[in-house]
């Protein structure tokens, strides 16, 4: 394990439907994101937070919502998805904003499969 | 544009063979280069990184090269076992001015057969 977790793991959902990704790290890191991974597609980054302050919004839909209420948690919360926004979601953290030192690097979650109908 | 190219997408291979995977990148400045194995399902593990000044690292039976002058990487497997297929992801980081710029390539996905 990599000391990143998620919850759930597999979620579907209705376009009309309200619901929430939470992530946890135990690794007393300081910076955690959310990443969007379509099939045949990079993975895209979506947010970033460090010390619980968002740093970076990657020009991500108002549909999804983040929250950081403290270092070790982060929530995505989805409200009127569409189809296309189906997908793995992937939280990851980091000691710090990967500031290129070599030995930092960045932690995954086993992601949770997002399926909207 | 920073860019970050793959290929193969896939491949297939025999267990015990070796194979190779490419990375081409445009990232600049560079800053250093990471490859992740990724399982079905779960999220990808870091195998190897590499800053501008180090040409090849090794992780067990993963071996990974850069040429930073030619902008290109590659991860080598040797005597490749089930427990292999995944995809790999190659994703460089750039410098910029609040810190480092990931970009991800779209992966190759790697089915070794017995």
């Known amino acids: 394990e990599t000391g990143v977790t998620q919850t759930p793991r597999h979620l579907v959902m209705g376009m009309t439907n309200k619901k929430s990704l939470k992530c946890e790290q135990h690794?007393?890191?300081?910076?955690m994101y959310w990443y969007k991974q379509s099939a045949k597609k990079p993975l895209e980054l979506m947010f970033v937070y460090s010390l619980e302050e968002r740093v970076e919004n990657n020009s991500v839909p108002s549909r999804f919502s983040p929250e950081c209420p403290n270092s070790s948690h982060l929530f995505l919360h989805l409200h009127t998805l569409q189809p296309e926004d189906s997908a793995l979601y992937l939280c990851a953290s980091s000691q710090d904003l990967l500031a290129g030192v070599s030995a930092d690097t960045q932690y995954f979650g086993p992601g949770t499969r997002l399926t909207v109908l | 544009k920073n860019q970050v190219e793959q290929s193969p997408q896939s491949l297939i291979i025999l267990e015990g063979k070796n194979c190779t995977l490419q990375c081409n990148y445009t990232v600049s400045p560079f800053s250093n280069l990471r490859w992740y194995k990724q399982d079905t399902g779960r999220g990808p593990v870091s195998l190897t990184i590499m800053t501008f000044s180090e040409n090849t690292k090794s992780n067990g039976r993963y071996t990974a090269t850069l040429d930073a002058d030619t902008k290109q990487s590659s991860l080598h497997i040797t005597a490749s076992q089930l427990s292999d297929s995944a995809s790999y992801i190659c994703?460089?980081?750039?410098?910029?001015?609040?810190?480092?710029?990931?970009?991800f390539g779209g992966g190759t996905r790697v089915l070794v057969k017995p």
């Open positions: 690794l007393g890191h300081n910076a």
């Open positions: 994703v460089v980081s750039g410098i910029k001015a609040a810190g480092n710029k990931l970009t």
